[in-house]
């Protein structure tokens, strides 16, 4: 079992700055690839970013390339996503997730095993 807490939420000016932070406990989290997901209000789930177990490959979708940053410290247990240049585009709640099965994205949802609860990111204009 591996539990996940984010924090770093918060609200933020339009071209701001968020760094959130996705804390886990339990199972060695050096196994687990780590995902970032979100979700707008009235929107399905949409990957974010990923990261491998040990942190040597990342993976972002398009929206987001260029301006947040995946990456972890598996000796603090923590992953990280640094998002710069916001927009309210980005407005939404935040999740991380792990996943201990192989993969060549980690852009599916049902590829992961555990979720943390999530935090709102507000971006305003």
């Known amino acids: 079992q591996v539990q996940l807490v984010e924090s770093g939420g918060g609200l933020v000016e339009a071209g701001g700055s968020l760094r959130l932070s996705c804390a886990a406990s339990?199972?060695?989290?050096?196994?687990?690839?780590t995902g970032w997901f979100r979700q707008a209000p009235g929107k399905e789930r949409e990957f974010v970013a990923a990261i491998s177990a040990r942190g040597g490959r990342t993976y972002y979708d398009d929206s987001v390339k260029g301006r947040f940053t995946i990456t972890r410290d598996n000796a603090k247990n923590t992953a990280y996503l640094q998002m710069n240049s916001l927009t309210p585009e980005d407005t939404a709640v935040y999740y991380c997730?792990?996943?201990?099965?192989?993969?060549?994205?980690?852009?599916?949802?049902?590829?992961?095993?555990?979720w943390g609860q999530g935090t709102q990111v507000t971006v305003s204009s």
């Open positions: 339990g199972r060695t989290f050096s196994s687990y690839a």
């Open positions: 997730a792990a996943a201990l099965g192989a993969s060549d994205n980690y852009r599916q949802g049902s590829q992961y095993d555990y």
